[in-house]
């Protein structure tokens, strides 16, 4: 099986930084694409930031120049570096990850179980 499992989640203050991570683990093979969803209270889930297995990335608009997606492909790991952070960044932000088990095998999605940051005033 497959797991992804998140840290870095907290408590800061506007303006400040955070740096979440998540790792994949178990059964695989390869992984596409990597990324950080997120959501407020009342709102549907929604996209942060998103990268290929080749680097290659994309943003929410909200969090363009912001905030920065990074991934190591050796320990399966994904990242979301958040600077200057604002209130509206308060959520819970998951992780995705599309993952194969086996050679020939289809991409999954997998998500992780949530980190909540909260960005006070």
């Known amino acids: 099986q497959v797991q992804l499992v998140e840290s870095g989640g907290g408590l800061v203050q506007a303006g400040g930084s955070l740096t979440l991570s998540c790792a994949a683990s178990g059964s695989i093979f390869s992984i596409n694409d990597m990324g950080w969803y997120r959501q407020a209270p009342g709102k549907q889930r929604e996209l942060v930031a998103r990268?290929?297995?080749?680097?290659?990335?994309n943003y929410a608009d909200s969090v363009k120049g912001r905030f920065t997606i990074s991934r190591d492909n050796a320990k399966n790991t994904v990242y979301l570096q958040m600077n200057s952070l604002k209130p509206e960044d308060t959520a819970v932000y998951y992780c995705?990850?599309?993952?194969?088990?086996?050679?020939?095998?289809?991409?999954?999605?997998?998500w992780g179980q949530g980190t909540q940051v909260t960005v006070s005033s």
């Open positions: 995705n990850a599309a993952i194969s088990s086996g050679s020939g095998s289809y991409f999954l999605s997998y």
């Open positions: 990268i290929s297995s080749g680097g290659r990335t």
